[in-house]
């Protein structure tokens, strides 16, 4: 209540008029710690390594509004600005040399209602990383199932509208689609070819009780004036499931990508290579221990065809952490992983171990 009076009183500023149908409330999360971080290269055996201040490892730190206008009959207004910052420097993140976003994790308006669903439009997260992050969760940053799920791995798109049914008896679907997925959209010049880099993003869940399951499928089209056919619009597609057994929590996760890593497509420059395909598997699992949870967590990623063929070695990814709640809002955390074959790269590897502390408000 105190955080959506505070929301109200700062917008008031910008609005000037307070409608008494409208809710803003203001949220975030900062997580920082101490550890230690070594990259190691096999090609010229330079290593890497880095012991302080860690950041975002279990919750990449962020602010943000969001809000709802009741419009009637069941139909409301929404909105969400959600901002991604480094704690230790407090500079802005998701932001490059060719885009500078003050909003970069999330900057959607929609209409949203209890019989149809909802429609977002903006910079917002694919239908396929929602999805599959409610079921299998990213868990731990360097060292999580985001190394092999790259496609699934909180992957933002811009320019898009994306529309997501209502949850009928559990389950859900959302369809989107943007019109560029990195920066400004741009004009196509007659007699020329569309240089937009178009997505769709696809995606189906099902949760009931200790059950959650989800599919997802994307692609982006690399248009690329000029260059050989080896370019191809890249794919990815993913499937999740997770089980409570109270006891223990178990979640596994495949998927594939297709004509190559399925998060550089949204690079200002980066193209896709033909063929250039990979296999993604990852499984989870978490123990309640004393008030806190210990978890643990296995992914490989594997080049198949031409990425095999060009020397590419498997991924492997480890993870073993422990959260302890200090309350509702607060937990302290302790967390190691290692990465053999980096970025599939030969004997290229990470190790990653620290101790921090998530607030969320």
């Given at each position: ?304 065809k031409a990425a095999k063929d060009a ?16 309350s509702k809002r607060t937990d302290v955390?302790?967390v190691g992983g290692y990465v053999k ?21």
């Open positions: 209540m105190k955080k959506t009076l505070l929301a109200a009183a700062l917008m008031a500023g910008f609005a000037g008029i307070a409608q008494a149908e409208t809710s803003v409330t203001l949220y975030g999360i900062v997580d920082a710690g101490v550890g230690y971080d070594r990259t190691k290269t096999h090609v010229n055996g330079e290593k890497q390594t880095r012991t302080g201040l860690l950041q975002g490892v279990q919750s990449g730190n962020r602010w943000g509004l969001k809000g709802t206008e009741d419009l009637g009959n069941g139909l409301r207004a929404t909105f969400q600005l959600e901002s991604g910052f480094e704690l230790a420097t407090g500079n802005q993140l998701q932001s490059d040399s060719s885009n500078d976003r003050l909003f970069g994790r999330w900057a959607t308006l929609g209409l949203a209602g209890d019989s149809w669903g909802r429609l977002d439009m903006g910079r917002q997260t694919t239908v396929g990383s929602q999805y599959f992050v409610d079921v299998h969760g990213q868990h731990w940053d360097a060292t999580g199932s985001g190394r092999a799920f790259r496609g699934q791995d909180t992957n933002r798109i811009d320019n898009s509208i994306i529309y997501q049914t209502p949850n009928f008896s559990g389950f859900q679907a959302g369809v989107g689609y943007s019109f560029q997925a990195n920066g400004g959209q741009v004009a196509k010049v007659s007699g020329s070819k569309d240089v937009n880099k178009s997505a769709i993003t696809t995606g189906i869940r099902y949760a009931n009780g200790p059950i959650a399951v989800a599919a997802s499928y994307d692609q982006v089209r690399l248009p690329v004036p000029g260059v050989a056919e080896k370019y191809k619009n890249g794919q990815t597609w993913a499937v999740s499931g997770s089980y409570d057994f109270e006891v223990v929590a178990l979640s596994l996760a495949f998927g594939q990508d297709f004509n190559g890593n399925y998060t550089s497509a949204y690079g200002a420059n980066r193209t896709y290579n033909k063929n250039f395909d990979y296999n993604n598997y990852a499984v989870a699992l978490a123990f309640p221990l004393g008030e806190g949870k210990l978890s643990g967590e296995y992914s490989m990623k594997q080049p198949r020397g590419e070695k498997k991924q492997h990814a480890y993870s073993l952490a422990y959260k302890h709640p200090l955390y302790a074959n980096l970025n599939n790269q030969n004997k290229d590897t990470r190790t990653v171990a620290g101790v921090g502390l998530t607030h969320r408000f």
